[in-house]
């Protein structure tokens, strides 16, 4: 079991499901990202720059696209709560996974063009 895997089994079944969910949508988007634990959450960099993070909350989900991810959606995740490069998806409503998917494939070109 590697740090993903376990970070992801401290959480109940029911959120272990959803974080793995987004997990999958980030390995199927971006398939040469590399996976690694970073700031104490599950992080992906592509062309060596960070691409997405993600962590499991007690109330929610959160994703972190940087900055220009979210600026990029900000009409999208206008119904979540934000701060600066991070969205709060609340775990009692359902995650948008087809936006996550979105806004992955949105990071991995942008990394693509600044290589």
């Known amino acids: 079991m590697n740090e993903v895997d376990q970070y ?12 793995q969910k987004v997990r999958t949508i980030i390995k199927k988007m ?16 592509t062309n060596g720059k960070p691409l997405v993070y993600f962590a499991g ?3 929610h989900i959160g994703f ?5 991810g979210h600026e990029a959606f ?3 995740l206008s119904k979540y709560k934000q701060g600066k490069g ?3 998806f609340p775990l009692d ?14 990071r991995v070109e942008e990394n693509a063009d600044r290589k």
């Open 8 to 19: 992801i089994s401290r959480f109940p079944e029911e959120v272990q499901q959803q974080l």
């Open 64 to 68: 972190y696209a940087t900055p220009s």
């Open 57 to 59: 909350h007690r109330n």
């Open 74 to 76: 900000q009409k999208e």
């Open 30 to 45: 971006a398939p040469k990202a590399t996976e690694q634990m970073a700031y104490g959450m599950p992080g992906y960099k």
């Open 93 to 106: 409503q359902p995650i948008p996974f087809e936006l996550i998917e979105k806004i992955v494939r949105f």
């Open 86 to 88: 991070s969205v709060q």
